[in-house]
């Protein structure tokens, strides 16, 4: 037997010896930590009140309940605070660089907020209560 047939009868022994070994010692056993579901089912239902809100065009959902209200013509300030269930609080608000520092920005300035307002802000969900 020459030296070439003497290293390639020993490399298919230790192929032959590796395959033995991981599959009659070790069984087929898989790793099944990747096999479980992850995140939320993509069949589950939404978890807001928006979430059926279709925006495939036209006006639907809460949208459609909202008075339109021209933005650019601004309200004298200060504003009169939102109503119940009207969900655009700030939408008279006049925007101003006059009125910087405030909570709210925008890129031409700051929203100017009535004392009214900033009280309802501040005390709104049990802030400083």
């Not at 479980?36 to 939320?40: L, W």
């Not at 109503?83 to 660089?97: A, G, I």
């Given at each position: 037997?020459?030296?070439?047939?003497?290293?390639l009868?020993?490399?298919?022994?230790?192929?032959?010896?590796?395959?033995?070994?991981r599959?009659?010692?070790?069984?087929?056993a898989?790793?099944?930590?990747?096999q479980?579901?992850?995140?939320?089912p993509?069949?589950?239902?939404g978890?807001?009140p928006?979430?059926?809100?279709?925006?495939?065009?036209?006006?639907?959902?809460?949208?459609?309940?909202?008075p339109?209200?021209?933005?650019?013509?601004?309200?004298?300030?200060?504003?009169?605070?939102a109503?119940?269930?009207?969900?655009?609080?700030?939408?008279?608000?006049?925007?101003?660089?006059d009125?910087c520092?405030?909570?709210?920005t925008?890129?031409?300035?700051?929203?100017?907020?009535?004392?009214e307002?900033?009280?309802?802000?501040?005390?709104?969900?049990g802030n400083?209560?």
């Open positions: 037997m020459n030296k070439t047939s003497l290293v009868a020993f490399l298919v022994a230790a192929v032959l010896a590796g395959l033995f070994v599959f009659n010692l070790f069984g087929a898989q790793e099944n930590f990747m479980q579901p992850v995140g939320a993509l069949n589950a239902g978890i807001g928006y979430d059926g809100v279709s925006i495939g065009g036209g006006v639907s959902g809460w949208a459609s309940t909202e339109t209200a021209d933005l650019k013509g601004a309200a004298p300030l200060p504003s009169a605070a109503k119940d269930n009207e969900l655009m609080f700030l939408v008279d608000n006049k925007v101003n660089s009125c520092p405030s909570a709210f925008t890129d031409t300035g700051c929203v100017c907020l009535s004392d307002q900033k009280s309802l802000m501040a005390s709104r969900g400083r209560a």
